[in-house]
């Protein structure tokens, strides 16, 4: 895991808390609790506020929007809140504090419960990319090679030709999957448009070298497969509007 520096122990305040940009591409809140540190997600996962402009107490952190509140020593909802916050694993050394980037594959839904020695097969398979905002990553009729993973940023989907396109979605959590019909046989071609609507990191995966990784882990193959039904039958039912 990388180790990303954030901040000096004595820019936060006792009992306060500050939010820092990160060279990872994402707001980081760093909560001071007595003699303990917590690193968050530095944007309300109900819309993008900047929780740092909220209120701490020491233990309880409130969004000042609509006052939605968290634990800080769990980041689990309190109250109203109806999403944890996204937590970072931090480090403070020497007066320093860092988070630890994990990998985007640990927490993505297709890869959930994926042996470790089969995660760390991927990752080094994995090709870290970034992009700008406005990339077009593929567009319709490309083959449908390698499947992707959002580490951070955000992605759009266009289906349709020329003037005749409209927005299937888009996708901004990290762990979130797709293109993954580079593990179907035969290897369709893409059927969307997908394009970075700002700055955004990626994992590439090629699905060939994914399927033989699996094949070598037939628990973790089994499980992946599963998943990967349920996100093909969650888009089915997305597009058909039910
Ligand atoms: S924006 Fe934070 S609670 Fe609504």
């Known amino acids: 895991m990388k180790r990303i520096r ?24 760093i909560a001071n609790a007595g003699e303990s540190y917590y690193a968050y997600q530095g944007l309300c996962p109900h819309q993008d506020v900047c929780l740092d402009e909220g209120f701490f107490d020491g233990a309880t952190l409130t969004c000042h929007q609509h006052l939605w509140q968290w634990d800080i020593a769990t980041g689990a909802p309190v109250g109203l809140a109806e999403a944890p916050l996204e937590r970072y694993e931090l480090v403070h050394d020497d007066g320093e504090i860092f988070v630890l980037q994990s990998s985007a594959l640990k927490v993505s839904e297709l890869f959930k419960g994926v042996s470790d020695a089969a ?11 970034e992009y700008e905002s406005l990339s077009t990553l593929y567009g319709v009729g490309d083959p449908a090679d390698d499947l992707y ?6 992605v759009e989907f266009v289906i349709g030709r020329e ?23 035969d290897h369709p071609r893409r059927i969307a448009k997908a394009a970075c609507v700002e700055k955004s990191t990626l994992l590439r995966l090629n699905g060939e070298e994914v399927l033989k990784v699996l094949a070598d882990e037939p628990a973790s193959g089994y499980l992946v497969m599963r998943q990967l039904s349920t996100l093909i039958t969650k888009h089915l039912r997305s597009q058909g509007g039910k």
């Open 119 to 129: 995660i760390a097969r991927l990752d080094a398979l994995a090709r870290r990319e």
């Open 149 to 154: 993973i959002l580490e951070s940023g955000r």
């Open 163 to 185: 003037d005749r396109t409209s927005l299937a979605g888009f996708m901004l959590r990290k762990g979130e999957v797709f293109g993954w019909a580079a593990l179907l046989e």
């Open 6 to 29: 954030i901040c000096s122990a004595s820019e936060i305040p006792v009992n306060g808390m500050k939010s820092y940009d990160t060279s990872i591409g994402v707001k980081v809140l």
